[in-house]
């Protein structure tokens, strides 16, 4: 009779960091997809739309700074938004091996109907203020540690 082993309780599921936190990241992806259908968009699509609303007129490179893709990745996402009448592309006048991003009148249009979404996340999580900061501010730090390992 074969008797069950029971796992090494470092490599139990339960207690995994980063199980915790990929779960967690589904369950948030999953209401992101919910908040941004009305809007035709991606969560990705939604983050450059985020950095276009900051400030318009950018490189490839400049997104792809700030949310830690590559222009492999990014290159088919912004073709999408692109195509979709959002932003368009095109070559630097300074540098033609760079390529500039612009929000059309629809995409800046389209930052009126995100503005909820922020709140309906913080709804969501059911957290005061202070606690969501933290959080926050821990998981900036661990991902600075992790780029630097």
């Not at 259908?37 to 950018?58: H, I, R």
């Not at 500039?100 to 309906?120: C, H, N």
Request: aromatic fraction near 6%; proline fraction near 3%.
């Amino acid at each position: 009779m074969k008797t069950k082993t029971t796992p090494n309780a470092q490599l139990a599921l339960d207690n995994q960091f980063c199980f915790a936190l990929y779960s967690t990241n589904l369950a948030l992806n999953k209401l992101y997809r919910q908040l941004l259908a009305p809007m035709n968009l991606t969560y990705p699509q939604y983050l450059v739309m985020l950095v276009l609303w900051e400030k318009d007129d950018v490189t490839v490179s400049d997104i792809g700074e700030r949310l830690f893709l590559d222009s492999a990745t990014l290159t088919p996402l912004l073709k999408r938004l692109e195509s979709a009448g959002l932003i368009s592309r095109q070559r630097s006048r300074q540098d033609e091996r760079q390529v500039v991003i612009t929000l059309s009148e629809s995409g800046r249009a389209l930052q009126q109907q995100a503005a909820s979404i922020p709140e309906s996340i913080s709804c969501a999580m059911a957290c005061d203020n202070a606690t969501l900061r933290d959080i926050k501010q821990q998981l900036e730090q661990l991902r600075q540690r992790f780029h630097l390992a």
